[in-house]
């Protein structure tokens, strides 16, 4: 199950590592347009730095087991949230096609789903 949290992280750091480098070019599929320094930033903050640090907690989980559930089920819980937020979105806004929305919440749903199994295990 550890590879469960490894895939996780690895996701977080990539997604992280995306943001601060080209904070333009992660929201772009969603519509966003971030083209001053104030709307990158804020891209660098949430996506980039966030995420950078939940694959950093994430590897903290894996290297001290005692902190394990606890990280695992705070994680799981956020992406969770942002499922849901996606569906309850779609229920008061236009449908939208599958990529992106559809797809990043079948991907936060899974991998919360994953992650509350190691959880659990």
């Known amino acids: 199950m550890i590879v469960v949290i490894v895939v996780v992280g690895i996701f977080f750091l990539l997604m992280g590592g995306y943001a601060l480098a080209a904070p333009a070019a992660l929201v772009r599929p969603f519509g966003l347009v971030a083209d001053g320094p104030e709307s990158r ?5 949430v996506y980039g730095g966030f995420g950078l640090a939940i694959a ?3 590897g ?5 087991p005692g902190l394990r559930i606890g990280v695992v089920l705070t994680v799981a819980f956020a992406l969770g949230g942002m499922a849901v937020g996606r ?3 779609r229920m008061v806004d236009r ?3 599958f990529y992106p929305i559809w797809f990043y919440g079948l991907v936060e749903a899974v991998a919360a789903g994953a992650l509350v199994v190691v ?3």
Do not use: G, K, Q
């Open 41 to 45: 930033s804020e891209v660098r903050a």
């Open 119 to 121: 959880a659990a295990t």
């Open 95 to 97: 449908p939208t096609a």
């Open 87 to 89: 569906v309850l979105s």
């Open 56 to 58: 950093a907690v994430l």
């Open 60 to 64: 903290l989980a894996l290297a001290v």
